[in-house]
């Protein structure tokens, strides 16, 4: 049996199952500690410090996560493959065991182009969110009707879904071709992010909008293809989702992490 955490995580790797314990201070060093801590407070202003803070963070994009949402039936193809096509990708010849996407979704996709990348178009490229929470996983997760949802999956449970979870950098360092938009990218009014430079302004901006739903709305989008050892961590629901999705992974050449988070697969309002 193993000993990892619901999480997915080896024992004391996980922040919320172990929690580092608080520091025993002697009775004697209290009013010591009390007056460094309020000299240390007026030689460095808090809001300065926590701003600071905040950028290095938002500068941070290549640890931005991305996430592809695929049914679980469509992981057998896919680990098979080892790749995951993009919908107009030639060299993909087999459809979706579970389609998420409806019909008039496909057609969308295949007739927008994508600006700035020649003549590609949306279809060009695989999907992935930059949200574990973002607004069409909403939509299947609370059973809301969703113009974009393909039939195949009304009514779907959540847990029958997974996240394939990867990061800007992962994705980068293959030399992959990537870019963001700024909303849905069949969108008429939305915009894309091409060049590398444009990619991470976008993000720093999506990242560093707080008062705003918009990077649960945008899209990051890899060309043509990306291979399955760039995915990093699979998301699951439960623990029976989690033993399904490894037995599958037993005989795969790439078998990422596998981690239960029960707070991606979630309806909104719980």
């Not at 919908?87 to 007739?111: C, F, K, L, Q, Y």
Request: charged share 25%; with cysteine; proline share 7%.
């Amino acid at each position: 049996m193993s000993d990892e955490c619901i999480h997915g995580f080896q024992p004391g790797l996980c922040a919320s199952c172990y929690p580092k314990p608080a520091p025993e201070v002697a009775v004697g060093a209290t009013k010591q500690a009390t007056r460094a801590r309020t000299a240390t407070a007026v030689r460095s202003a808090p809001a300065r410090t926590k701003s600071v803070a905040g950028a290095a963070r938002l500068d941070n994009v290549g640890e931005q996560r991305i996430y592809h949402l695929t049914h679980v039936r469509n992981l057998p193809a896919i680990l098979d493959l080892g790749i995951l096509f993009a919908d107009e990708n030639p060299a993909w010849h087999a459809r979706p065991t579970v389609d998420i996407a409806s019909p008039a979704t496909r057609a969308d996709r295949r007739t927008t182009p994508v600006a700035g990348s020649g003549d590609a178009t949306v279809a060009g490229f695989v999907p992935f969110f930059l949200s574990p929470n973002a607004r069409l996983w909403q939509s299947i997760r609370s059973g809301e009707p969703d113009s974009q949802l393909s039939r195949d999956i009304a009514g779907a449970d959540a847990a029958d879904f997974v996240l394939l979870v990867s990061t800007v950098k992962t994705v980068a360092d293959s030399d992959a071709s990537y870019v963001v938009s700024d909303a849905d990218a069949a969108h008429v009014l939305t915009r894309f992010a091409t060049t590398r430079d444009d990619v991470e302004r976008s993000l720093r901006r999506l990242r560093a909008d707080q008062t705003s739903d918009a990077l649960e709305h945008a899209e990051f989008l890899v060309r043509e293809s990306i291979p399955f050892e760039s995915i990093t961590l699979i998301g699951v629901a439960h623990d029976k989702a989690r033993a399904a999705v490894r037995q599958l992974l037993a005989g795969a050449a790439h078998s990422p992490k596998v981690a239960v988070y029960p707070p991606w697969f979630a309806a909104p309002d719980e």
